[in-house]
């Protein structure tokens, strides 16, 4: 028997208040924008299922400095830094998942209190590929529950950027991703398998 293997892309969080002058901008996150919709249009093209996460907090959420959280207020629902970025390109027919959504409980994961589970099992996925922000936070925790609900994990490593709080913080998420069995491919190595 011959198994199947039907990817998904996820694109986590591509939002204003993440890219360069947003509230949390991390650095250089909108260079990876040409990327990722290389990436997007190579899905769409072969029929695969494009994921879109969005941070989509309420504006008192236990996250943010003024409510004793660790970082400064962003991606409140509703919000012009909660849109995605303008030059991100959306298919129509994009699936969007919002997540971290309720004021008490953070959710760095796409999983976490998502749907996400359910649309890659409807859409019989069994791999999923991670591009996106911030490779020390939301890329990793993604990518670490998509290991233990059993898919094949993949990292696109020049389409992910982090916030490296504290110096060296990027390089450990890609060692933890490594160490719970995801694997790094380039935007070339992707290009490669989907078009063979
Ligand atoms: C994220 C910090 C706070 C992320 C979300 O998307 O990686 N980082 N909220
Ligand atoms: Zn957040």
């Known amino acids: 028997m011959i198994r199947q293997t039907k990817c998904a892309l996820i694109v986590v969080d591509l939002q204003i208040d993440f890219c360069p002058g947003g509230t949390l901008g991390i650095s ?83 999983f976490d209190g998502t749907e996400l589970t359910q649309i890659l099992g409807d859409e019989k996925i069994t791999c999923i590929m991670i591009c996106g922000l911030a490779t020390d936070y939301c890329v990793k925790a993604t990518a670490l529950d998509g290991i233990d609900e059993g898919f094949r994990v993949i990292v696109v490593k020049d389409a992910v950027r982090g916030v490296e709080v504290s110096e060296g913080d990027i390089n450990k998420a890609f060692d933890q991703m490594k160490n719970a069995g995801v694997t790094e491919y380039s935007s070339a190595d ?3 398998n989907l078009s063979s």
């Open 190 to 192: 992707v290009k490669r």
């Open 28 to 110: 250089a996150g909108d260079s990876i924008i040409p990327v990722i919709n290389d990436l997007i249009d190579i899905f769409h093209t072969n029929g695969l299922p494009v994921i879109f996460s969005r941070d989509f907090h309420p504006a008192d959420h236990m996250s943010f400095t003024d409510q004793g959280g660790i970082w400064p207020t962003h991606c409140v629902k509703g919000t012009k830094g909660s849109d995605f970025h303008p030059l991100l390109t959306i298919p129509s027919d994009a699936r969007v998942i919002s997540k971290a959504t309720e004021k008490n409980k953070e959710a760095y994961s796409a």
